[in-house]
């Protein structure tokens, strides 16, 4: 008696399963591999961290990113993003619902609208940092200007400043011309920004015979010299307001931000970078 099966027989003798079990068997293994895939979903979901969207002045672009990488070694489950343009631009997108977290602003009126508004968290409102106004020309600039009120004389034809209704730059610039009487005279010579970065690239490029812009954005070129500074008189106070936007899903993200910020580390990084401390009475 022959007891050993050639595996053509095994097969034909039903040692494999049937068509059947097969689909059945099938469909579990696809079931099993989803519910893996989704809990290995779940986790790298869990484990990413979350985002926090900053709208940030122009001017504020060079200090935030230098501070970034040292906030999120601090608070490595946040991760920030940030939206820099014109203070009222941003005003103006926080209004229209644009999903922000925060709201760091170069001067105190859009901060205070979009407060009257219901727009920001008031208790979360904080005043960080300050800068000063100042005359910039191209660094090998062979016009002579050391003085606002040189702004007028017929060698200089191009002067460049932010946008008065938007860039807050702008508005302290406003001031300063009015506040001297100078701006009646110098309205045919003037160019328009729509942020205060656009002002330095003009007068760094040399297409602008002057510009005026922070005392912080004049400190990071190389390629521009300052010339003059606006007394602290003619304009007003420059104030950097920072506060939770009320829609934002993360106030406590926000909120650890506004910390971070606040410390003696960062404020001196601010220092280093031409801002001034908020004198507290």
Not at 58 to 79: G, H, K, T
Not at 108 to 134: A, C, F, K, Y
Not at 189 to 200: E, H, Q, T, W, Y
């Amino acid at each position: 008696m022959n007891l050993h099966t050639s595996p053509k027989e095994q097969f034909r003798v039903g040692t494999s399963p049937n068509r059947s079990d097969m689909a059945s068997l099938s469909i579990l293994k696809l079931i099993a591999c989803l519910n893996l895939v989704l809990i290995l979903g779940g986790c790298q979901t869990s484990s990413q961290p979350r985002r926090l969207t900053i709208s940030a002045a122009s001017s504020l672009q060079d200090v935030l990113e230098r501070l970034e990488p040292q906030f999120e070694a601090r608070y490595p489950q946040i991760d920030l993003s940030f939206n820099f343009a014109a203070s009222g631009v941003l005003q103006r997108q926080i209004e229209r619902g644009a999903p922000v977290d925060l709201f760091f602003s170069a001067a105190t009126q859009p901060m205070e609208r979009l407060t009257q508004d219901g727009w920001v968290v008031p208790h979360s409102r904080r005043d960080l940092i300050t800068n000063r106004l100042v005359l910039i020309v191209p660094q090998h600039s062979r016009r002579f200007l050391d003085s606002f009120e040189q702004l007028p004389s017929a060698h200089i034809r191009k002067i460049m400043v932010g946008e008065f209704s938007t860039v807050p730059a702008g508005q302290y610039a406003q001031e300063v011309l009015s506040r001297s009487h100078l701006l009646a005279k110098v309205q045919p010579k003037l160019i328009f920004a729509s942020n205060v970065r656009g002002v330095l690239a003009a007068v760094a490029s040399a297409n602008v015979d002057a510009g005026i812009v922070y005392q912080t954005d004049a400190q990071q070129s190389s390629q521009v010299k300052q010339v003059a500074t606006a007394s602290v008189l003619s304009h007003s106070p420059i104030v950097y307001p920072i506060a939770i936007v009320t829609t934002s899903a993360q106030p406590q993200a926000a909120q650890s931000l506004i910390n971070f910020l606040s410390t003696p580390t960062a404020q001196q990084t601010f220092t280093q970078f031409g801002f001034g401390r908020v004198i507290k009475e």
